[in-house]
């Protein structure tokens, strides 16, 4: 084996134009944790922002939050894994994913039942969210009504799917612009509109998109009702809350971040990420993949950020 691999890399914050093939150290598992040969790696909005330097990572930065590939190696005191195993993974912790080895923790890792390497890294992060984000966050109860932002994204497109398995009785998706309707309306919504034409009340909201669409996402809450804050793919200001507001109108405000969460709860976001991988699987959740090589990262981040990509877009590493 070699001791050095090839990698995408963020050598300086800036453009998508900064990205960087380039040659760095194959890393090894510390305790509790496994490296993975990588075949496929999703590509993100996440690692938009670390990019940009909106995320505080150390320069030189290889980027990437999930990944699906073979084990390669065990750290010590890791058990029920085996090199050679089929997996996908959460990266999202310290990144890395952009690359042909990865070490993450062995809590963040699923096997795989049937291979299928491509379809399988663009699951780890969006499926697992929503699982976590509709179950622990947003506490959806049977029959309840759901409102999805960015309903044809990456993440958008599992939220949906994943309200439908929960029991959720009407939902509903937002998106930006005309040309996302029947991309999204393939998820299964019950309908889908743009984000100035939402109607109704809804007993969850799940924002992404944040500005202008997080205050009407609050406005459509019934009373009761969770808004959950997952992202501000806009860029805009952030939006202020009066406390006294949801005082008086019996709404929640939540927020959740998944790198933040795996730190802290990795057998958690672990445990989610299996019951993703096994979804998916199934058949229970459908995953739209379009694959680039890793050599065109770049173009993966310029798409992601211009808002037109529908489903996932994954990075073939070998």
Avoid: C
């Amino acid at each position: 084996m070699t001791n050095t691999m090839n990698a995408v890399t963020i050598p300086e914050f800036g453009d998508a134009g900064v990205l960087r093939l380039a040659a760095v150290p194959v890393p090894e598992p510390g305790p509790g944790e496994v490296s993975i040969d990588v075949t496929h790696a999703g590509a993100n909005f996440a690692e938009v922002l670390y990019r940009q330097g909106l995320v505080d990572v150390p320069l030189p930065f290889v980027p990437g939050i999930e990944v699906a590939g073979r084990i390669r190696a065990l750290g010590e005191g890791v058990e029920g894994l085996t090199p050679g195993q089929p997996v996908a993974a959460l990266t999202i912790v310290a990144g890395g994913g952009y690359a042909e080895v990865v070490t993450t923790s062995a809590a963040l890792v699923a096997p795989l039942p049937d291979g299928g390497f491509e379809r399988a890294a663009a699951v780890p992060s969006n499926s697992t969210t929503a699982f976590l984000v509709l179950e622990r966050v947003a506490r959806l109860q049977p029959g309840e009504r759901v409102l999805v932002y960015a309903a044809a994204g990456g993440v958008g497109s599992q939220l949906g799917q994943v309200a439908r398995l929960l029991g959720a009785g009407r939902v509903v998706g937002a998106v930006g612009s005309e040309a996302k309707i029947a991309a999204a309306k393939a998820f299964g919504y019950d309908e889908v509109v743009l984000r100035d034409r939402i109607s109704g009340e809804f007993d969850v909201v799940v924002d992404m998109v944040g500005g202008a669409a997080r205050r009407a996402g609050l406005a459509a809450l019934a009373p009761m009702g969770r808004l959950v804050v997952m992202g501000n793919a806009s860029g805009a200001e952030d939006v202020g809350i009066p406390a006294n507001e949801l005082w008086f109108t019996n709404k929640t405000v939540s927020g959740f971040n998944l790198a933040a969460f795996a730190a802290i709860a990795p057998e958690t976001v672990g445990a989610a990420l299996r019951r993703a991988v096994t979804a998916v699987a199934a058949g229970e959740l459908r995953v739209d993949v379009e694959t680039l090589p890793l050599a065109r990262a770049a173009e993966a981040h310029r798409r992601i950020e211009s808002g037109v990509t529908t489903g996932k877009l994954v990075l073939a590493v070998r």
